[in-house]
T-cell receptor, first 114, second 111 residues
Framework: DGGITQSPKYLFRKEGQNVTLSCEQNLNHDAMYWYRQDPGQGLRLIYYSQIVNDFQKGDIAEGYSVSREKKESFPLTVTSAQKNPTAFYLC?????????????FGQGTRLTVV | RKEVEQDPGPFNVPEGATVAFNCTYSNSASQSFFWYRQDCRKEPKLLMSVYSSGNEDGRFTAQLNRASQYISLLIRDSKLSDSATYLCVVNPKAAGNKLTFGGGTRVLVKP
């Protein structure tokens, strides 16, 4: 089945630790995104990548890092520099660089930092 | 001004009634528009794309008004299961993808 997979679904970390969230897609999509959602709020763009080996900062990139070494994978690292990392993280992918298409989402990762 | 704006609601709708809400966007060069539905603590799921001519899918109708830079979603004969947050999504670039989400409009359908 084609789709986009995030893991883990729930993640607990101690304050000050870096943590990496996984996102994999087998939809052959060029573009991938990471969003953060806080309770009762909308989605805010952290990073996005339109093609392998390239990515751009979104609106709230501080304290986060990404890599795009493979088309299928776009992992997000939440660093200790992120002041308030507890949130719901959503990964999405969409079409190609030249064609605007809708985004498909993974099921999300709920990160809790204690 | 935010790139994509929505009335957060909630819109309290009697079962069987019609509800409509809009989403405004700031970039006049925006090319693609979508409505997503998000249930509590779940990922957003595509409800429908929005085409220039307007489109309908069952009880749902989406419209695009380029002159005033907004899209709309109308839900007819509301069901209890329509209760959700509806997210407006705009791609502001002519080519390439940088999907930008509105904050969402919460709809509560009540018996």
């Amino acid at each position: 089945d084609g789709g986009i997979t995030q893991s883990p679904k729930y993640l607990f970390r101690k304050e000050g630790q870096n943590v990496t969230l996984s996102c994999e897609q087998n939809l052959n999509h060029d573009a991938m995104y990471w969003y953060r959602q806080d309770p009762g709020q909308g989605l805010r763009l952290i990073y996005y990548s339109q093609i392998v080996n390239d990515f751009q900062k979104g609106d709230i990139a501080e304290g986060y890092s990404v890599s795009r070494e493979k088309k299928e994978s776009f992992p997000l690292t939440v660093t200790s520099a992120q002041k308030n990392p507890t949130a719901f993280y959503l990964c999405a992918s969409s079409g190609t660089v030249l064609m605007n298409t809708e985004a498909f989402f993974g099921q999300g990762t709920r990160l809790t930092v204690v | 001004r935010k790139e994509v704006e929505q009335d957060p609601g909630p819109f309290n709708v009697p079962e069987g009634a019609t509800v409509a809400f809009n989403c405004t966007y700031s970039n006049s060069a925006s090319q693609s528009f979508f409505w997503y539905r998000q249930d509590c603590r779940k990922e957003p799921k595509l409800l429908m794309s929005v085409y220039s001519s307007g489109n309908e899918d069952g009880r749902f109708t989406a419209q695009l008004n380029r002159a005033s830079q907004y899209i709309s979603l109308l839900i007819r004969d509301s069901k209890l299961s329509d209760s959700a947050t509806y997210l407006c999504v705009v791609n502001p670039k002519a080519a390439g993808n940088k999907l930008t989400f509105g904050g969402g409009t919460r709809v509560l359908v009540k018996p």
